[in-house]
């Protein structure tokens, strides 16, 4: 944290008519863009291309202080010091699973807790994390444990990268996929989500590849109309959850808001305009929505949009007498869905169930804390 001493020191160097940063005191560096940081030192006379050394610096070579850029001349990075703080997220718990999957909690501040997961694949070829975006969720889907928690803001994009950045080095390795399906809606945090994905992405910062960021949405469907129109480069998947029209509002309260077929709709634009597959994530919930009348508006929908796949992923969580499908359940679902569409689905395993690692789990293990 800066110091109120640094703070009357800069006031001084004001007073005295110096070129110094005095436009922003409490600038943080973290979750900035190139052009970011370029106005920021613009505005302090200072050069532009010093914005893409401390780019990287941050978000390649990682550093955690102004002392770190030994990129930078000296008299630069002290006069950065003065008027700038680096953040910093606290880890208050870190789980390890029996398959690898490792879950961390972040304390933003006091009472305020996010959860990030660190997901590798059986084979180790794909190393996925799992990250949020808002510090709990307004939507309140009822299968879902984040919705259990009181809705506490939006991340910032600095807590939204840090939380790789941290993951990566606790776990000493490095993720080749992100997804925004930790807490929160990220379309409900539009502006800081792209942002985060935009630095994930960038060649001289984590350089991961546009595809291999995927950011989820409950149905949100202006921002999704708005994702489309943008061109957004990154992978983007509907939590459909449910696909009979008249029932989907009893699971997910944003079907009230934003019917199925608006949803279905944009689903069939995002496919057109950008040329694009869209991924469909359903949980399936024994009685709820596994019936061969779903089965049968899933194949409808798959053929309406056209360019799609289906994700499917057992329900983890047991809330409201729900339970999770057997094996044979999902096969059975599996099959079903094949014989009826041929576009691609993906039967999800649940990863670190045991630590509450899996979608729609975060909450859990601090709901049995509050109790
Ligand atoms: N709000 C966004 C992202 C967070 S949820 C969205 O809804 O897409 C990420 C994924 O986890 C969603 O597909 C959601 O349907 C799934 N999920 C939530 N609770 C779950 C649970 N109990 N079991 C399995 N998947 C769950």
């Not at 994702?227 to 029932?247: H, R, V």
């Not at 194949?299 to 992923?313: D, L």
Request: glycine share 6%.
């Amino acid at each position: 944290m800066k110091s109120s001493s640094n703070t009357i020191e800069t006031k001084a160097y004001s007073e005295s008519g110096d070129s110094l940063f005095l436009e922003d005191v409490n600038f943080t560096p973290q979750g900035k863009t190139i052009s970011e940081l370029e106005d920021f030192l613009m505005q302090n006379k200072e050069p532009k291309y010093r914005a893409t050394q401390i780019f990287e610096g941050l978000y390649k070579h990682r550093y955690k202080s102004w002392d770190e850029f030994t990129n930078l001349p000296l008299n630069l990075r002290n006069k950065l010091k003065l008027v700038s703080e680096f953040q910093e997220m606290k880890v208050s718990h870190h789980l390890v699973s029996v398959d690898g999957t490792q879950k961390f909690s972040f304390e933003i501040e006091p009472g305020k807790e996010i959860e990030a997961v660190w997901i590798p694949s059986g084979d180790g070829d794909r190393k996925t994390i799992c990250i949020s975006s808002q510090v709990g969720c307004t939507l309140n889907c009822s299968f879902c444990a984040t919705g259990t928690l009181k809705f506490q803001g939006n991340l910032k994009t600095w807590q939204i990268l840090n939380q790789v950045l941290t993951v990566e080095s606790l776990v000493g390795d490095k993720a080749t996929n992100i997804v925004f399906m930790g807490m929160g809606e990220p379309m409900h945090n539009y502006k800081e989500v792209i942002r985060a994905a935009e630095i994930l992405n960038h060649p001289k910062a984590f350089h991961l590849g546009a595809k291999r960021i995927t950011i989820s949405t409950a149905g949100v469907v202006p921002s999704i109309l708005k994702f489309i129109e943008e061109k957004q480069p990154y992978n983007f998947a509907i939590s459909l959850n449910q696909s009979n029209p008249n029932t989907r509002s009893e699971i997910m309260d944003i079907n009230k808001k934003f019917p199925l077929n608006e949803l279905i709709l944009a689903a069939k634009k995002f496919v057109n305009e950008l040329d694009r597959v869209i991924t469909f994530e359903y949980v399936m919930i024994p009685d709820k929505n596994m019936s061969d009348e779903n089965i049968a508006a899933m194949a409808m929908i798959a053929s309406r949009v056209g360019k799609c796949k289906f994700n499917v992923i057992p329900l983890n969580t047991s809330f409201h007498g729900w339970r999770t499908p057997t094996q044979n359940e999902i096969d059975l679902f599996v099959l079903k869905l094949k014989s009826k569409t041929k576009v691609p689905i993906m039967n999800r395993r649940s990863p670190g169930k045991e630590i509450g690692g899996a979608c729609g789990m975060l909450a859990l293990e601090r709901k049995e804390i509050n109790k």
